[in-house]
Antibody
């Protein structure tokens, strides 16, 4: 059974860069699967951020394109999220997930990132 | 960009009753690309339904999905106490590849 675990700083200063990593266990990231990041602002709904495949192919939500990069490290069996020029609006719980077809079948527990000085 | 609108925003029902949750798309969505998730407070979302009508592994058969085109329904029969949660629909658009979620329906105990 695949398990995903997000990690990274819980506090980021405004205009700084948010960096998170998702460690994958129980599965190999290099099996042509898609892996996503999804976030949820406090008390709000879910927002898909973007996805990556083991060959590095990516796609992103239009509203964040230009600020976001998702990368993969097959050797460490993990993938990462970088979000630049953050503001308070980027405060959210960030989830990593593994796709099962055209949906997110497996999720990490999520990690709260607060943007504040 | 396809927008998903869920209704109602909040649904108040009692255990044992049936719930009908709606997800309407701003343009036609392939059934293959429509999914439903359940989220409880403090937890990650859980996949319930994929391909509009297929239950994910371990999901009880009191959950069912239906619909096509722009209108999709999640039905929960014989509500159990653990079913009270927030439900989201999600669609995939392949040009360009993106996912969008509906705003959610909160199912609360009456």
């Amino acid at each position: 059974q695949v398990q995903l675990q997000e990690s990274g700083p819980g506090l980021v200063t405004p205009s700084g860069t948010l960096s998170l990593t998702c460690a994958v266990s129980g599965d190999s990231i290099g099996r042509r699967s898609w892996w996503s990041w999804v976030r949820q602002s406090p008390g709000k709904g879910l927002e898909w951020i973007g996805q990556i495949r083991d060959d590095g192919d990516t796609s992103y939500t239009p509203s964040l394109r230009g600020r976001v990069t998702i990368s993969v490290d097959k050797y460490k069996n993990q993938f990462s999220l970088t979000l630049r020029s953050v503001t308070a609006a980027d405060t959210a719980v960030y989830y990593c997930s593994k796709h099962a077809g055209y949906n997110q079948g497996h999720w990490g527990q999520g990690t709260l990132v607060t943007v504040s000085s | 960009e396809i927008v998903l609108t869920q209704s109602p925003g909040t649904l108040s029902l009692s255990p044992g009753e049936s719930a009908t949750l709606s997800c309407r798309a701003s343009q036609s969505v392939s059934s293959t690309y429509l999914a439903w998730y359940q989220q409880k407070p403090g937890q990650a979302p859980r996949l319930l339904i994929y391909g509009a009508s297929n239950r994910a592994a371990g999901i009880p058969d009191r959950f069912s999905g239906s619909g096509s085109g722009t209108d999709f329904i999640l039905t929960i029969n014989r509500l159990e106490p653990e079913d009270f949660a927030v439900y989201y629909c999600q669609q995939y658009d392949n040009s360009p590849p993106t996912y969008t979620f509906g705003q959610g329906t909160k199912l609360e105990i009456k």
